[in-house]
C-alpha cells in the first residue's frame, strides 16, 4: 500500500543523503521526496510517498526514527491530511490545439506560465488524481516535457505535524 | 585562554575517562600526533588502520568502555572501514577520529582526500565532520553519548586538518541535549506484567539470550530468572559468556552451528523469550520452521529489530537488564518462583537431547582442532579471554570453550570479518595487561591482520595465538564438499609461512604440535611464557563443523557427525 510519510529533520548537511541512504541501503523505495527548511529555521520537512506492506512500513518509520538528525516521523496514511503537488507541463500549442490547451488549463483552473509561438507551458496544483487526469487530457496534444514537485502534505485540522512523538516507543 | 583544536581533542578525551587509544599517524593529523607527544593518553601504534579499529573494539567488549581510535585521512581513513563495520553490526561502541585534509579543499580531489562521512554512513550509528573548531568539544560530548548509549554502536568523527590548528576558548558541555535521540530504557510496565504472566503459564519455555544481555550488563539478571523459574537458555554467537557455559540450564549456542538440543529446544518450546537478540538469520535458519508452536516475546533496545524478521506476541522497547529486573521483581512479589514441576518434563525431554546428540567429535592419530579447544578450555580453567577469527575456528571456539563470564568471548558475529581476532585480542591485551588473552585464529584469517605481531611486541603484549592449521579456508571448503560436490575452488591454502619461523622473526615463541599428545605441552609451555606466542596445530585437514543446518533450512533440520 500506498503512505505518505512526513518527517521532521534537522537542517543540517548530509541529512538528505542519510534519509535517501537508508531507503537504498534497506531497499525501501521511495516514490517522490520533498523537502525544505520549516518555519523553525533549523528543522526541515520531508513529505516522502512511499510504497509497503504494513511491515515494510513499520521498518520504513521505525529506521527513519533511528537516524540521529530525524526529530519526527509520521506517518499520515489512514489520518485526515491535505496533499498537494504541482506541475509544470510544457505542451505543444499549434494553431489547431492552442484554444484546446487553454480550455483544458482553464477548467483545471491551472495557470499559464510561459507562451511561446509552439508552446504553452502551464502550471497544475491538485492533488494526484487531479494532476493525472490533467496529463491524460495533454497527452493526445504532444507534452514536449512536464516537471513534478512531488507531494507535499499537513494534517487537516488543528493539529501540527508534531503531534505524534517517537511512536515507536514501546510499539 | 585560547586552545587549539588538536590540544581540545585530547582535553575531551581525558575529560571522558579515555587512557588508551589506537591508531597510525599521517600528514593530517600532524597536529593531533604532535600533541599526543607529551600527552598523558597513550597511542597503540598499529600497523595496519584496520587492526587499530579491532583493537578499540577488543577494548570496548572486554572493558564496556568506548574504544577509540585515530587515524589520518584518505587511506588511513578507509583502512578503518571494515572494523567499522564489524563494530556497527555488533553494537560495539567505538569513537573513530579521522584526519581530514583542510576544509578550504574539501571536494576538490585533493591529496589523500577521502569521503569519510560519506562512506561510513550506512555503517555507523552517527558521524560528523568538523568544519568549526567551536563545535568540536560538543560533537565529541554527542559522540561518546551516542556510542555508548541505547544500542551502542561506532561513531566517527571527521577532523579537517586546518580546525585541529584553529584556536578557541574550551569548554566541554556537562550535559548532551539531542532532541532527536533519547532511547527508551524502561520497559512498558503492562507489557512485562504480560510476560510475566506468560511465563508461568508456559510448560516448555526457552530463553534466546543475544549480545543485548552483555551490553546492557543483565547477566546475573538472567540467571537469576532462568533459575528462578528452570528456564533453558540458549545463545546467539554474540550472547555467548551472558550465561555460563558450564550451566546445567545452558543449552549452548542455536543457529546453523548450535547445538542439538537447542535447536531441538527451539522447535518445540511453546513459549520463545528472546532477549536483546535480533533473530538474525544465522540463529534462525528458515523463519517459517524457526519456534513454530510458540507464542514469542521479544525485548530489545532497538525498535527496529522489533517485528524485522519475527512477528512477535509481546514486544518490549527497553533496556533489557531493566526490563529483566522489573519482571523478577514481579515475580517474586507474586510468590510465584517455584514452577519446576511444569518444566521438569521439558527439561528431562532436552537432557535427553543433549544424551543422544552431544557435540562429539572422534581423535585418533591426527589431532582434531576440536581436541585443542578443549584443552585450551581445560588448562585455563575457562579463565582466559578468547578471540576468534572467521570461520570453523570461530564455531569451535563457540562450541569448546564454556565461557562462565560475559566480556570474555570476542568474535566477529555480524560482519563475520576474518582477521578480526588478533588485533580484537591485543585490545583486550590493552585493556587487561594481567589475563591470558588467545586469539584461537584459521591459518587464513591470521594473515589477514599478522603484521600486528610487530604491535604485541612493541608494547609487550603476551598474546597467544592458537592457529588451528587445516591448510584450508576451511569453512568454506565445507560448503564446497557439502554443496559444491567437492570441487574446492580456491580453498586450498597450502602456501602459508612457517608460522614457527615467523615466531622467530618477530622475537616471540613459535610452537608446533602435529600430534595429538603434543598438545597438551605446547599449550602449557605458552601459557606460562610471558610473551606472546604462536601455537601452530596442524590439525586434520577436512574436519567439518557440525551440527549444521544448511542454509534456507529449518534449524530442526541439522546435518550431524
Ligand atoms: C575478510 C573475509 N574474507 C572472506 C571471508 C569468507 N570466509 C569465511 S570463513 C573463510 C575461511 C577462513 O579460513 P581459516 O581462517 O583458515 O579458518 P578455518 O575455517 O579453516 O578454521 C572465508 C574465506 C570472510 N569471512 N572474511
Ligand atoms: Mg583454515
Known amino acids: 500500500m500506498r503512505h505518505v510519510i512526513s518527517v521532521l529533520v534537522e537542517n543540517e548537511p548530509g541529512v538528505l543523503s542519510r534519509v535517501s541512504g537508508l531507503f537504498s541501503g534497506r531497499g525501501f523505495n521511495i516514490e517522490s521526496l520533498t523537502v525544505a527548511e520549516t518555519i523553525d529555521p533549523t528543522a526541515s520537512r520531508m513529505t516522502i510517498v512511499t510504497r509497503g506492506d504494513d511491515q515494510i512500513l513499520e521498518q520504513i518509520s521505525k529506521q527513519l526514527n533511528k537516524l540521529i538528525n530525524v526529530i519526527k516521523v509520521n506517518d499520515l496514511t489512514g489520518k485526515s491530511f491535505v496533499n498537494r503537488e504541482m506541475v509544470l507541463i510544457k505542451v505543444a500549442a499549434e494553431d489547431a490545439t492552442r484554444a484546446e490547451v487553454l480550455r483544458i488549463v482553464d477548467i483545471f483552473r491551472g495557470k499559464v506560465v510561459d507562451v511561446s509561438p509552439k508552446s504553452y507551458t502551464i502550471e497544475i496544483t491538485g492533488d494526484e488524481g487531479k494532476l493525472e487526469a490533467i496529463i491524460d487530457l495533454l497527452k493526445p496534444l504532444r507534452i514536449i516535457d512536464l516537471v513534478r514537485t512531488g507531494q507535499v502534505a499537513i494534517p487537516r485540522g488543528k493539529k501540527d505535524l508534531q503531534y505524534v512523538k517517537n511512536h515507536d516507543k514501546n510499539i | ?561
Open chain 2, 1 to 561: 585562554m585560547k586552545l587549539s583544536g588538536a590540544k581540545i581533542l585530547l582535553k575531551c578525551l581525558q575529560l571522558e575517562g579515555v587512557g588508551k587509544i589506537f591508531g597510525y599517524p599521517g600528514g593530517a593529523v600532524l597536529d593531533i600526533f604532535d600533541q599526543l607527544f607529551d600527552s598523558p593518553i597513550d597511542l597503540i601504534l598499529v600497523r595496519h588502520e584496520q587492526a587499530a579499529v579491532h583493537a578499540a573494539d577488543g577494548f570496548a567488549r572486554t572493558t564496556g568502555k568506548v574504544g577509540v581510535c585515530l587515524v589520518t585521512s584518505g587511506p588511513g581513513a578507509t583502512n578503518t572501514v571494515t572494523g567499522i563495520a564489524t563494530a556497527y553490526m555488533d553494537s560495539i561502541p567505538l569513537l573513530i577520529f579521522t584526519g581530514q585534509v583542510p576544509t578550504k579543499l574539501i571536494g576538490n580531489d585533493a591529496f589523500q582526500e577521502a569521503d569519510m562521512v560519506g562512506i561510513t554512513r550506512p555503517c555507523t550509528k552517527h558521524n560528523y565532520l568538523i568544519k568549526d573548531v567551536n563545535s568540536l568539544s560538543k560533537c565529541i560530548k554527542e559522540a561518546f553519548y551516542i556510542a555508548r548509549t541505547g544500542r551502542p554502536g561506532p561513531v566517527l568523527i571527521d577532523l579537517p586538518k586546518d580546525v585541529m590548528k584553529e584556536l578557541t576558548s574550551f569548554t566541554y558541555p556537562d550535559k548532551v541535549e539531542l532532541k532527536s535521540y533519547q532511547p527508551t530504557y524502561q520497559g512498558h510496565r503492562g507489557q512485562i506484567k504480560k510476560m510475566a504472566d506468560l511465563l508461568l503459564k508456559s510448560k516448555k519455555p526457552v530463553i534466546y539470550a543475544g549480545g543485548g544481555i552483555i551490553s546492557s550488563g543483565a547477566s546475573s539478571q538472567l540467571l537469576r530468572l532462568a533459575e528462578m523459574l528452570s528456564i533453558p537458555v540458549t545463545t546467539s554467537l554474540m550472547g555467548i559468556g551472558g550465561f555460563p557455559g558450564p550451566h546445567p540450564l545452558n543449552l549452548g549456542m542455536l543457529g546453523m552451528h548450535g547445538t542439538f538440543r537447542a535447536n531441538m529446544a527451539i522447535t518445540g518450546c511453546d513459549l520463545l523469550i528472546t532477549l536483546g537478540a535480533r533473530f538474525a538469520d544465522r540463529d534462525t535458519g528458515k523463519i517459517d520452521g524457526f519456534a513454530p508452536h510458540s507464542k514469542i516475546i521479544h525485548v530489545d533496545i532497538d525498535p527496529t529489530s522489533i517485528s524485522k524478521n519475527v512477528q512477535v506476541d509481546i514486544p518490549i522497547v527497553g533496556d533489557v537488564k531493566l526490563v529483566l529486573q522489573e519482571l523478577i521483581n514481579i515475580l517474586e512479589k507474586e510468590e510465584k518462583t517455584g514452577r519446576e514441576s511444569h518444566s521438569k518434563e521439558w527439561l528431562t525431554q532436552i537432557s535427553e537431547w543433549k544424551k543422544t546428540h552431544p557435540l562429539a567429535y572422534s581423535q585418533k592419530d591426527r589431532i582434531k582442532p576440536q581436541y585443542v579447544v578443549e584443552k585450551i578450555y581445560e588448562m585455563t580453567g575457562g579463565d582466559a579471554i578468547i578471540s576468534t577469527e572467521v570461520g570453523q575456528n570461530q564455531m569451535w571456539a563457540s562450541q569448546y570453550y564454556l565461557f562462565k563470564e560475559p566480556r570474555t568471548f570476542l568474535t566477529s558475529g555480524g560482519l563475520g570479518t576474518m582477521g578480526y581476532g588478533f588485533p580484537a585480542a591485543i585490545g583486550a591485551q590493552v585493556a587487561f595487561p594481567d589475563k591470558t588473552v588467545i586469539d584461537i585464529a584459521g591459518d587464513g584469517s591470521i594473515q589477514m591482520n599478522i603484521q600486528e605481531l610487530a604491535t604485541a611486541v612493541q608494547y609487550n603484549l603476551p598474546v597467544k595465538i592458537a592457529i588451528l592449521n587445516n591448510g584450508y579456508l576451511g569453512m568454506v571448503r565445507q560448503w564446497q564438499e557439502l554443496f559444491y560436490q567437492k570441487r574446492y575452488s580456491h580453498t586450498c591454502m597450502d602456501v602459508a609461512p612457517d608460522f614457527v619461523k615467523l615466531a622467530d622473526a618477530y622475537g616471540i615463541l613459535g610452537l608446533r604440535a602435529t600430534k595429538p599428545d603434543e598438545v597438551v605441552p605446547v599449550i602449557e609451555e605458552a601459557l606460562s611464557s610471558p610473551k606472546p606466542v604462536i601455537m601452530d596445530f596442524v590439525v586434520e585437514k577436512e574436519e567439518g563443523v557440525y551440527p549444521m543446518v544448511p542454509a534456507g533450512k529449518p534449524i530442526n533440520q541439522m546435518l550431524l557427525v
